[in-house]
């Protein structure tokens, strides 16, 4: 599916439209239509920890956001080997409004519990018998 931008991913302004691909039941790949960069691996926030946020006003209206729209949330990981080293920013998650075909990066300022890079393997089940 294709979205245009409506607030830049930071580092990208130049970019003004992204394709969002399902690679499984969490991870999405989200690349640049009209070029290779950028390209990013995401993951669904909601299958690793709580997470709730709020979408702030100026960005309901960019993504012409009321009560009944369909909405997806992902974070940004960079990959890493082993993939339990890898790391998420849970501090600027992407919005993206399904009905509208928009979306858009925001950065979340209170809530302290949410980092910039945080370890994937934290929210891994523990092995019990290691």
Do not use: C
């Not at 990981?77 to 993206?96: D, G, R």
């Amino acid at each position: 599916m294709i979205f245009d931008l409506k607030a830049p991913i930071f580092g990208f302004d130049s970019t003004t439209q992204l394709e969002l691909k399902k690679i499984d039941d969490i991870f999405m790949r989200l690349q640049s239509v009209d070029a290779n960069e950028p390209s990013f691996t995401l993951v669904n926030p909601f299958v690793l920890r709580d997470y709730e946020f709020d979408i702030p006003s100026v960005l309901q209206k960019k993504l012409e956001i009321d009560e009944n729209s369909n909405l997806l949330v992902f974070n940004i990981v960079m990959i890493q080997k082993p993939i339990e080293n890898s790391t998420i920013n849970f501090v600027a998650p992407l919005i993206f409004n399904t009905d509208t075909k928009t979306m858009a990066q925001m950065i979340i300022n209170d809530k302290p519990e949410y980092g910039v890079t945080e370890v994937i393997a934290s929210f891994l089940p523990k092995d019990e018998d290691a």
